[in-house]
């Protein structure tokens, strides 16, 4: 995927914890539909802050754990569109949507380390799922950028 203008695309990233059975971790968002209200951990790049130390805050204030080894950084960054009826009122219009680096982590703790409310309200519930299932589990305009995320861990969960 190609990015047209960086500065219009806030910088993120994105986590693909992996844990028992290769599955992947995944979070409910609260108040969204059920069926498409299901995702990796995602956050913004603080200023001053590396992507991975963004992606090793997120792990924290997200899944409540920094119980994770990396194992790989996507070798691009990957970027989506938010349509404008989903652009948060805080963006003020200044972002077209979201620009993620991507990172596969090994989960080294047991499910009693994770504590979603450990930050906030990011996430009300959390499931481990095949990778194969994750396209699946998010909303539409999200899709291409998980394809791309699957395929290139795809060795990792398989």
């Given at each position: 995927m190609s990015v047209p203008r960086l500065d219009r695309y806030r910088p993120n990233v994105g986590l693909m914890l992996i844990g028992?059975?290769?599955?992947v971790f995944v979070g409910h968002r609260p108040g969204m539909p059920a069926d498409l209200a299901w995702q990796m951990p995602q956050g913004g790049i603080d200023k001053g802050e590396t992507p991975i130390e963004a992606a090793c805050r997120e792990l924290g204030?997200?899944?409540?754990?920094?119980?994770?080894?990396?194992?790989r950084e996507s070798r691009e960054w990957l970027a989506y569109d938010v349509p404008k009826a989903a652009s948060p009122k805080f963006w003020k219009g200044k972002w077209r949507g979201q620009r993620q680096k991507w990172f596969a982590l090994a989960f080294t703790g047991s499910d009693a380390d994770i504590d979603i409310a450990a930050h906030g309200d990011e996430?009300?519930?959390?499931?481990?799922v095949p990778a194969g299932e994750l396209v699946g589990l998010i909303v539409e305009f999200k899709r291409p950028v998980y394809e791309a995320v699957v395929k290139e861990f795809a060795d990792l969960v398989s």
């Amino acid at each position: 995927m190609s990015v047209p203008r960086l500065d219009r695309y806030r910088p993120n990233v994105g986590l693909m914890l992996i844990g028992p059975g290769r599955r992947v971790f995944v979070g409910h968002r609260p108040g969204m539909p059920a069926d498409l209200a299901w995702q990796m951990p995602q956050g913004g790049i603080d200023k001053g802050e590396t992507p991975i130390e963004a992606a090793c805050r997120e792990l924290g204030e997200e899944v409540g754990t920094t119980k994770a080894l990396l194992l790989r950084e996507s070798r691009e960054w990957l970027a989506y569109d938010v349509p404008k009826a989903a652009s948060p009122k805080f963006w003020k219009g200044k972002w077209r949507g979201q620009r993620q680096k991507w990172f596969a982590l090994a989960f080294t703790g047991s499910d009693a380390d994770i504590d979603i409310a450990a930050h906030g309200d990011e996430f009300d519930a959390w499931r481990w799922v095949p990778a194969g299932e994750l396209v699946g589990l998010i909303v539409e305009f999200k899709r291409p950028v998980y394809e791309a995320v699957v395929k290139e861990f795809a060795d990792l969960v398989s």
